[in-house]
């Protein structure tokens, strides 16, 4: 391989290819190449780097009035621009391109998105994804739980990256921020297969037994609420003292009604509330929007 075809830049120590050398080597007449450092005015022996700094518009223009005053060919032109291309790629400082502009960085490559359902984190009944959140994300939502209440998340009641996504997707569609107790709750579906109890429930204007799949009484509820709680603050949907309000209600039924035989009653209410008065406001809401 000839010194003209090697554009890589020599090793340390090596002995620097010269403009005389790259000619012969690109087959260039004596004649053409002389007039072409004459035009340029450099030394074809020791001027290889300073020709590889002369702006390509003038050597565009060296080669314009070659062309007149010699009539040199089409082939002959393409000859000595490829001699410069390969002197501005043997003196180019690394991370630049040939003609001594930086190279233009590659476009990164985009990160496949991880996605997950919300039937299985958030609400069995909806069917759509939604995206994992990444470690930056999980940390401005930390951020955003502080500057709200003043202190991170307490301890056992930390809402998981796949929860905290779910909802947001969730809200994102203008749906009500409906969350299944049955697979919302501490450390997600761990403990979602251990929440089947027997309640009490009205049937036609009668209390019958029935298999319920949730929080079995009102301390297994208040876990799930913390955590619903605690995500809805830190993706700011509601405020502390909102949801601090719908659970004080929920705390009223249960002082009310202390009996395990009424709990299958008011998590049933509960139930409704959430998921189908929420979704009639939400609603409501979307239409005050238009």
Known sequence: ?????????????AIMPTLAGLAKDGGIPDEVATALWLNLDV???????????????????????LREELGLSPSAVGRLTLLFTKVRAMCAPAGSSGDGQPRPKAAPKERAVRKGNISAVLD??????????????????????????????PRDKVPTPEQLGALIAK???????????????????RLARHRL?????????ELKSKKYVGPEDFQAWNSCWDIFAN?????????????????????????????????????GADETIRSEVWAIIAQKLRYDKQ
């Open 171 to 189: 809200m994102a569609k203008d749906d009500a921020p409906y969350a299944d107790f049955a697979i919302f709750c501490p450390y997600g579906r």
């Open 124 to 153: 069995q009944g909806d069917n759509e994804q939604f995206e994992h959140l990444d470690v930056a994300k999980q940390a401005a939502l930390a951020d955003q739980f502080y500057a709200t209440t003043g202190g991170p998340f």
């Open 197 to 205: 109890f027997e309640a009490q429930v009205y049937v036609d204007g």
């Open 43 to 65: 030394d074809s022996l020791n001027d290889l780097e300073i020709a590889a700094a002369i702006p390509k518009n003038l050597v565009d223009e060296a080669f314009t009035e």
């Open 231 to 267: 995500a809805m603050i830190a993706i700011r949907a509601a405020s502390p003292a909102t949801l601090d309000a719908y659970r004080r209600g929920m705390m009223d039924l249960v002082e009310q009604y202390p009996g395990k035989e009424y709990w299958g009653v008011i998590y």
């Open 1 to 13: 391989m000839s010194a003209f075809d090697d554009a890589t830049l020599p090793l340390e120590g």
